[in-house]
């Protein structure tokens, strides 16, 4: 194969290709960046205010289950930073819905927002901590995420940044072999 002109000419534009596309999708992701961002949290925002009915990890749908198990595994607690006693879970039906802890309890953040609670500990959360007094995370679960993305960015970009140089040296080495081969293009 490495005689046949045609053929490495071939590989060489379709790495080439590749490459190049490789190069677009990057140009893309920096420049929509905040879009997405937005988008994302504006996603997770709606899906806790419409699907969040309990602070149980043994009981409530799978998404009410989901996110306290979010909130306890990143330490953190509703979208966006919890300052006060008005938060996102306000307009969520663990809080609108009669008979959910939220209004039967004065509670203003679910207890698997509490520090240092566990799926085995949560329901022995402090009542200080479940009326928005103290002992709970701040942290809202948007930033949580994002943190713990952005921590393995640094691998990942090196491992994508060592890809394109194999794939430039590719296309520049099946050029040089195409060269050295004296045949006539075809």
């Given amino acids: 194969c490495c005689q046949n002109r045609c053929m490495l000419v071939t590989y060489a534009i379709l790495v080439l290709i590749l490459f190049i596309a490789k190069i677009a999708a990057i140009a893309l992701w920096f420049t929509m960046q905040g879009e997405v961002e937005d988008k994302v949290k504006n996603e997770m925002l709606t899906s806790l205010q419409t699907h969040f009915t309990d602070d149980s990890v043994d009981t409530g749908s799978e998404v009410s289950r989901s996110w306290n198990y979010m909130f306890m595994t990143l330490d953190c607690c ?8 008005t938060n996102d879970f306000d307009q969520s039906p663990w809080c609108t819905a009669t008979g959910k802890s939220c209004k039967d309890s004065s509670a203003e953040v679910p207890r698997t927002c509490c520090v240092g609670v566990v799926a085995s500990t949560y329901t022995a959360a402090t009542a200080p901590c479940t009326t928005g007094v103290s002992g709970y995370n701040t942290m809202g679960c948007y930033d949580a995420l994002k943190a713990e993305i952005d921590s393995y960015s640094t691998p990942v970009i090196g491992v994508g ?19 050295q081969t004296g045949e006539e293009v075809v």
């Fill in 78 to 85: 509703a979208i966006n930073k919890v300052t006060s006693g």
């Fill in 161 to 179: 940044i060592t890809i394109l140089v194999i794939e430039l040296l590719a296309v520049i080495f099946a050029f040089v072999i195409c060269k």
